[in-house]
Nanobody
Framework: QVQLVESGGGLVQPGGSLRLSCAAS????????MGWYRQAPGKGRELVAR???????NLPDSAKGRFTISRDNAKNTLYLQMDSLKPEDTAVYYC????????????WGQGTQVTVSS
């Protein structure tokens, strides 16, 4: 079965950086379209970044310039590099598989907590 396991969250000071990882199993990762979402306390889940199997990325304006999504198909791993972090980036970050072999899919990891605070 499909498993997505996030790691790399933690406590970081404002202006700092973190790199999140999402290890995928149970699929041919190179054929999966993946994304990162986040959910802050009391708020809905929001898109942070997406990446297609061929590496095309899509980020909302709020993430552009600070966040970078990437993938290593040989390692079956998705990454999210987060720089210049702000307190408002505090949230649980989730890995998402939204398309597999050109068909809609919807798998989620368990999430990893990111806290930006001094």
């Amino acid at each position: 079965q499909v498993q997505l396991v996030e790691s790399g969250g933690g406590l970081v000071q404002p202006g700092g950086s973190l790199r999140l990882s999402c290890a995928a199993s149970g699929i041919i990762f190179a054929r999966a379209a993946m994304g990162w979402y986040r959910q802050a306390p009391g708020k809905g889940r929001e898109l942070v970044a997406r990446i297609t199997p061929d590496g095309t990325t899509n980020l909302p304006d709020s993430a552009k310039g600070r966040f970078t999504i990437s993938r290593d198909n040989a390692k079956n791993t998705l990454y999210l590099q987060m720089d210049s972090l702000k307190p408002e980036d505090t949230a649980v970050y989730y890995c998402n598989l939204y398309e597999y072999q050109l068909r809609w899919a919807n798998y989620w990891g368990q999430g990893t907590q990111v806290t930006v605070s001094s």
